[in-house]
């Protein structure tokens, strides 16, 4: 069974917004959770977390316009992504951090003119 189901990504056009959001099983509970991304021919990279409690860290590249929530009544993770820009495209993927389980299909994001 798919424990991490990611959703929300798209085709934008630079400086455009999307919202990932991230539906997690019940068997994931409450942990620390985190996005992470993949452009093709480079390394999977964190790209922000939050803590059970609500506290977000950020990559570098993406501070100032990315934005991690939780809502953890309905276990879901959310990603607001602002400004978008062309080096943000990649597959976009959710769970626990650290790593915990195993990897999604992942949603799609395309930035592009």
């Known amino acids: 069974q798919v424990q991490l189901v990611e959703s929300g990504g798209g085709v934008v056009q630079p400086g455009g917004s999307l919202r990932l959001s991230c539906a997690a099983a019940?068997?994931?509970?409450?942990?620390?959770r985190g996005w992470y991304r993949q452009a093709p021919g480079k390394e999977r990279e964190l790209v922000a977390g939050?803590?059970?409690?609500?506290?977000?860290t950020y990559g570098d590249s993406v501070k100032g316009r990315f934005t991690i929530s939780r809502d953890n009544a309905k276990n879901t993770v959310y990603l607001q992504m602002n400004s978008l820009k062309p080096e943000d495209t990649a597959a976009y993927y959710c769970?626990?951090?650290?790593?915990?389980?195993?990897w999604g299909q992942g949603t799609q994001v395309t930035v592009s003119s």
């Open positions: 019940r068997s994931v509970r409450r942990n620390a």
């Open positions: 769970n626990t951090r650290p790593v915990r389980f195993s």
């Open positions: 939050i803590t059970s409690g609500g506290t977000t």
